[in-house]
């Protein structure tokens, strides 16, 4: 099915092909499910059949509530994708590995604001689907999802039939209005652009055909690399949640070759008892990113996984910027970095005050232009005028650019702690902190005290065995760095909390370890 439209391939065509060369191919996973080509083939066009019959035409978005990774979750984009609309997943923005619920007000915000007209829902969110239908004052389609990929499609409780096969497809202005909460906790919405998502997954799809593990939201960041891998006829493991034990499971039986993750999830694969003995020899890539990782860790993880750890720095609004590859793991020198900006990305450090680009090691907002950047945030034009300006993406982040363009980061520009008379970048006193033998993860941040001096507090998960105490941490910090960089506080928990994104929950973790008190400096916790 060519785009003739538009004079260029569509990357929901190429899986369609893909998917029915060899219809009897397993093509999805998910629970006890096993859907072939064949199945997403006639799933995709029944629920573009469903779209169709609701109104749904190009250029119009579609509101989708489902539970977190179902197989319902990547046919209805490909579905409307196919129509030319877009989509925005209402099922929640950057949560947990443990899901909190969206208040409905939020959820039908979120709706409006990206213009849907038709919400596609499963049968678990049957009940919220009316409520939201009854809060939303514009006329709103809903479509009703069985068991993926087998159960009934309707329109307003009425069963599709009839499938529709003629569909020319159509190429929507955006993709998806992808909502993330970021450091705030109010979920806004990033205008993902369809001509650069085409553009990346059709790309990626010239990979050789692979099995991809994905553990985190199909809603979020993993997305774009779901569908490459299906676009270049692979299959995808669809997990609801991560467990380390489960993902050496999952790896060994299902010969898993890619898949990604957050840096805090790598951490706790490299600290599982099994690591070493379980059979990862399928995986050929494994793609982490969301922090700066410790580079000690990174040492340890490229004896683990040799010749596949690939490191990515990028953002919802700007896409991917960097790439630290597999080669650059193998040079101890590179592995505090995040890489080389990527093929089309260009990179420039500018001083947040004055604006001019600063030279070569010299520390300032990471600013980019890229194919892959937000076309904007969805009904907020003073935020987005903030964050473009010029054709530039400003990122917020503080980083340097060394001698052969590898890119170092130092936190984000507000997360900076101003400790007595010297400014402190909490991710490297983080790099610190799991550089030490026993300490599993950190989480460093500022704390203003009642009388409104700055210090620094720290969030640790330690390892069951031969973990140091609180005070040896102080030290570790204090000889590594300065005094001035050791936190005065410790928070201890049992694991961090993670978003679905593989991010550490970083709001979470300073609200929860603040209600932690403790006459002592020091607290002792689990959470």
């Not at 219809?23 to 779209?51: C, K, N, Q, Y």
Request: aromatic residues 4%; glycine residues 8%.
């Amino acid at each position: 099915m060519a785009n003739k439209d538009h004079g260029s391939e569509h990357y929901v065509s190429r899986i369609l092909d893909e998917a029915t060369r060899d219809g009897a191919r397993p093509v999805i996973r998910w629970r006890d499910t096993v859907i072939t080509g064949t199945e997403l083939h006639r799933s995709v066009l029944r629920v573009a059949t469903a779209l169709r019959a609701a109104g749904v035409a190009r250029d119009h978005a579609v509101a989708i509530l489902t539970q977190v990774n179902s197989p319902w979750m990547l046919m209805v984009r490909h579905a409307a994708h196919l129509l030319g609309a877009s989509v925005v997943y209402i099922t929640g923005a950057n949560h947990g590995t443990i899901t909190h619920d969206l208040p409905v007000t939020t959820r039908v915000r979120m709706l409006r604001e990206a213009g849907a007209s038709v919400l596609v829902f499963d049968g678990v969110h049957a009940e919220l689907a009316e409520t939201i239908q009854e809060m939303t004052p514009d006329k709103l389609v809903l479509c009703g999802l069985g068991h993926p990929a087998s159960g009934t499609v309707t329109v307003d409780g009425r069963p599709v039939e009839d499938l529709s096969v003629e569909f020319a497809p159509q190429a929507p202005e955006l993709a998806m209005v992808l909502y993330t909460s970021g450091t705030t906790g109010q979920p806004k919405g990033v205008c993902r652009m369809f001509g650069s998502w085409n553009a990346s997954v059709l790309g990626a799809a010239m990979r050789p055909r692979s099995h991809f593990l994905a553990m985190t939201a199909v809603s979020h960041t993993v997305a774009m690399i779901v569908d490459a891998a299906l676009a270049a006829g692979g299959s995808v493991l669809l997990c609801e949640k991560f467990d380390p034990a489960d993902f050496l499971r999952d790896v060994a039986t299902h010969r898993i070759t890619e898949t990604f993750m957050g840096v805090a999830q790598l951490y706790a694969i490299l600290t599982h008892p099994d690591v070493r003995t379980a059979d990862l020899s399928s995986l050929r890539h494994l793609l982490y990113l969301g922090c700066p990782a410790s580079p000690e860790r990174l040492k340890e993880a490229a004896t683990v996984l040799p010749g596949v750890l690939a490191q990515s720095y990028g953002s919802s609004e700007a896409g991917r910027i960097t790439m630290l590859r597999a080669a650059d793991h193998d040079d101890p020198e590179l592995l505090a970095t995040v890489g080389q900006a990527m093929p089309g990305v260009t990179l420039a450090i500018r001083d947040p005050e004055t604006g001019r680009d600063l030279p070569v090691n010299e520390i300032g907002e990471v600013v980019v232009r890229s194919p892959e950047a937000m076309g904007g945030y969805v009904a907020d034009p003073e935020h987005t005028a903030r964050v473009i300006r010029d054709g530039w993406l400003h990122t917020g982040d503080l980083g340097s650019v060394d001698e052969r363009g590898y890119v170092r980061l130092f936190g984000r520009m507000h997360e900076m702690v101003k400790v007595q008379d010297t400014r402190v970048s909490p991710s490297e006193v983080e790099k610190v902190l799991v550089g030490r033998t026993g300490v599993v993860d950190a989480c460093v941040y500022g704390h203003r005290r009642p009388d409104l001096i700055e210090e620094l507090h720290a969030a640790v998960v330690l390892s069951a065995d031969g973990a140091p105490s609180l005070a040896a941490l102080r030290d570790h910090v204090a000889r590594a760095m300065t005094p001035t960089h050791a936190p005065t506080r410790f928070v201890r928990w049992r694991e961090f909390p993670i978003s679905r994104t593989g991010k550490v929950d970083r709001l979470r973790i300073r609200e929860a370890s603040a209600e932690a008190h403790d006459e002592s400096p020091d607290v002792l916790v689990d959470r």
